[in-house]
């Protein structure tokens, strides 16, 4: 039986919603990023790492998908309902 298809463990969640809510969160964590650049009074081409690196996964997803990629290693959770990119990823999300 493949990891997927495992009981209990996320197999009932289809790889394209997983897919979907992975394309949602680097497009929410790059928007974010962003608007936090802004903010700060430079700007989103000046260069450097951003202060952003955790956040709230976008709420059209439930959160069984979000367990379900913590669980794969997709994401980290940072605790209190955050999620950030494993290793070095936030900078290219």
Do not use: C
């Amino acid at each position: 039986m493949a990891e997927q298809e495992q009981p209990g463990q996320g197999g009932n969640i289809p790889p394209e919603v997983l897919k979907n809510a992975m394309k949602a969160f680097k497009k929410r964590l790059k928007l974010t990023a962003l608007d936090d650049d802004s903010r700060l009074g430079r700007g989103p081409f000046s260069g450097g790492a951003t202060g952003v690196f955790a956040i709230r996964p976008p709420d059209q997803f439930p959160a069984e998908v979000w367990d379900e990629l913590h669980r794969q290693g997709k994401l980290r959770s940072s605790g209190h309902g955050l999620y950030e990119m494993p290793g070095g990823e936030q900078d290219r999300a």
